[in-house]
């Protein structure tokens, strides 16, 4: 029936019933009506005659257009539920501008504003609903409590009636229903990945005092993408000590069944005992003595050293830096001795468009900014110390020089560690020249005539040689595989850094990374031979005393080498580098020459995703540790690791279906550790 002309009616009273989703009321010369949107039959649509008899017919319509009609029998009592929970709840009563609620529409991000969508087969369901709140919960990291909150549930009810929102503890298990399912494609993932994995090993707290242990995996993978994926986020007993690390990595590993796979751990503190790595190894030939294991490379995370170089030289500087907050708060304490300074300031012939500022103690970059400002105006404070005789934070000469010097190491550390964490895509390469840069500075640093500062140099220079002695092999082999740099860029730092002994230093470097390439070959050569075990990217160690030719592969790769062409290596470094450009994107170009350096790519696959720093994105400059926050702290610690992993691989799929060509790292929820 046409019902064109009629004029749909701007009621002045709300229409609560869940039916008026699926009719229109018009208003005719001889009544009111009721239009079903779905084969326009026209039913009585007065005030007076309720809607029992457009709910029958709803009913009859909704079967034969095969919708569900389960929420529509169950909606009379759910909102009679609803009204006795919300009686207090006041919420806005204005007339609607379209009556007509639309169905929950799944959300496309490339479907344009002006596209017609079509609502003819869309139907409300409570299960996918649910799904997608539990997915929702997870993905922006909310409580688990918000679905308890009152103010949720107002806006739920006024968005689809027709939802029930669940308690808590079901939303709990919808989480993990959601993290068991996403754990398997993980793991089904990693079980098919050719390459090996990095594990970086994170050390978290709550305020508390509670441990964690979070183990990140980090990978290229097929299509020469890096990637990184949280493993276990571990809550430690309260009775742990740091030589039980190892248990817990490996059980976790076996968990993942990637022990054979592991290339390269990562701890973030330079403290942590040798002998942890040594287990893993002991423990990885133990439970599997015919498995690929290989060297495993023991690295240290960057920035984390020079976070605590740096504190070395805020701790030295203490004094002096108290000082200056003292003169910056008496200069801004009130309008009339800020006026003073900057006329004494106008008067030195200060021309600095920078304002003093004080800093935030648990930032040290802004301790760094506000040392730089205070600098500048250093002949305005010794000004004011002769004008002033209630300015007592004046420094001497002698202060002013320290805090000039240790200011501009400041600076190298500020400028690193904005490198380290501003790359979207840090691979293994970009570490090397930075850190050889921070080691020619601390020589130099060593120099100087002051005795603090060359004892506070010597000092952060024995604390950095622990981590070079550590990390400068997997450095320099991940330079060498930058086509821009190969060896060249050894040894243009190591001539500085090491002088007469620098040649002796750099055929180490190239005895290491020919040694590492050798057993790469052997692997492919038994991946011909259909004798390497599937997903090593190394050859088996058997640990079998029996197996008296287990050095015959070995011997065979040596000596069939000088019988053929040069290897994929000695081509790559025998080639002409590759001209620097600042658009260069090194997985790209070994993706492209992978058919030419079949071996090489796959050791430069592993060693270039190596993470040579973990760093926190939101504060690369924290003075603190990685603190969880009181929310996720609360949890039990299944829930907790759930949702933290869940949070994690979904926030990589939300950000590959936006942006495919992205990199991301998401980590758990982090607040500032003072």
Same mark, same amino acid.
């Given at each position: ?8 009616? %701007? ?64 909606? %009379? ?99 993990? !229903? ?5 754990? &398997? &494609? ?40 890096? =990637? ?86 805020? !701790? ?36 600095? =468009? ?27 404070f010794s000004a004011l110390q002769d004008l002033d005789s209630e ?22 550390f500020v400028e690193i560690t904005n490198v380290f964490s501003g790359? %979207? ?81 750099? %055929? ?65 470094? !025998? ?71 869940? &949070? ?14 992205s990199n991301h790292y998401s980590l758990p929820l982090y607040i500032?550790?003072?």
């Open positions: 029936m046409e019902v064109s002309n009629d004029i749909v009616t %701007k009621k002045s009273k709300r229409l609560t019933s869940v039916v008026w989703n699926h009719f229109e009321r018009v208003r005719k010369a001889d009544g009111c009506y009721a239009v079903c949107v779905h084969c326009n039959k026209k039913l009585s649509g007065s005030s007076n005659s309720g809607t029992t008899h457009l709910r029958n017919h709803l009913m009859r319509c909704l079967k034969r257009s095969n919708f569900d009609v389960s929420q529509l029998v169950s909606a %009379k009592r759910r909102k009679k539920d609803s009204n006795e929970t919300l009686t207090n709840i006041s919420y806005d009563e204005a007339p609607r501008k379209d009556e007509y609620i639309k169905p929950i529409m799944k959300y496309e991000p490339d479907q344009r504003k002006d596209e017609v969508i079509s609502l003819a087969n869309s139907r409300f369901d409570q299960e996918r609903s649910q799904l997608d709140l539990a997915r929702m919960i997870i993905l922006h990291g909310y409580p688990l409590a918000m679905v308890e909150h009152v103010g949720f549930k107002v806006f739920v009810k006024n968005l689809q009636p027709m939802f029930e929102v669940v308690p808590n503890a079901v939303i709990e298990i919808t989480c993990m !229903e959601i993290y068991g399912k996403e754990k &398997r &494609r993980v793991y089904d993932l990693l079980s098919k990945l050719h390459g090996r994995i990095n594990l970086a090993v994170e050390m978290w707290s709550s305020t508390e005092n509670a441990e964690y242990l979070c183990l990140i995996a980090h990978y290229i993978d097929e299509d020469w993408r890096l =990637q990184k994926k949280i493993l276990n986020f571990v809550t430690l007993d309260s009775s742990h000590t740091e030589d039980m690390l190892s248990e817990v990595i490996m059980r976790c590993l076996i968990e993942w069944d990637i022990d054979c796979k592991l290339f390269a751990l990562t701890f973030d503190d330079c403290s942590i005992d040798d002998d942890i790595v040594h287990k893993i190894k002991e423990r990885i030939s133990q439970n599997r003595p015919h498995s690929s294991n290989g060297q495993l490379f023991d690295v240290c995370s960057a920035a984390h050293v020079l976070k605590s170089i740096v504190q070395d030289a805020l !701790e030295a500087l203490h004094d002096v830096t108290e000082k200056i907050r003292g003169s910056i708060r008496y200069v801004k304490s009130s309008q009339l001795t800020q006026g003073k300074f900057n006329e004494i300031a106008q008067q030195v012939d200060i021309n600095s =468009q920078k304002g003093l500022v004080l800093d935030c103690p648990t930032r040290w970059n802004s301790t760094y900014f506000m040392l730089e400002t205070a600098l500048e105006y250093r002949n305005a300015y007592s934070s004046a420094l001497t000469e002698t202060e002013w020089d320290w805090a000039s010097s240790i200011t501009g190491y400041l600076q190298l790359n %979207k895509c840090p691979t293994a390469n970009v570490y090397f020249p930075e850190i050889c840069d921070v080691h020619i500075q601390l020589i130099n640093w060593c120099k100087s005539p002051d005795e603090f500062l060359s004892s506070l140099a010597l000092k952060m220079k024995s604390k950095f040689e622990k981590y070079w002695s550590k990390c400068s092999l997997a450095l320099a082999m991940a330079a060498i595989l930058d086509p821009r740099f190969k060896m060249k860029l050894v040894e243009y730092y190591y001539f500085q850094i090491y002088g007469s002994t620098a040649l002796e230093r750099i %055929k180490e470097v190239s005895d290491g990374i020919k040694e590492l390439f050798n057993a790469y070959a052997i692997c492919s050569t038994m991946v011909d031979q259909g004798s390497a075990l599937p997903g090593s990217s190394l050859p088996s160690a058997s640990n079998d005393s029996r197996d008296k030719l287990k050095g015959f592969d070995k011997f065979l790769h040596e000596t069939s080498q000088s019988q053929n062409a040069a290897s994929d290596l000695d081509k790559y470094l !025998e080639e002409p580098i590759f001209p620097r450009n600042c658009e260069f994107n090194i997985l790209n170009w070994w993706k492209v020459h992978t058919p030419r350096y079949p071996i090489l790519s796959m050791m430069a696959r592993d060693v270039l995703g190596t993470p040579m720093s973990t760093v926190v994105p939101e504060s690369p400059f924290s003075t603190g540790g990685r603190l969880l926050d009181s929310c996720q702290s609360s949890l039990n610690p299944d829930t907790r690791q759930a949702l933290i992993c869940a &949070r994690d691989w979904l926030r990589i799929e939300s950000t590959d279906e936006l942006n495919p060509s500032e550790a003072n």
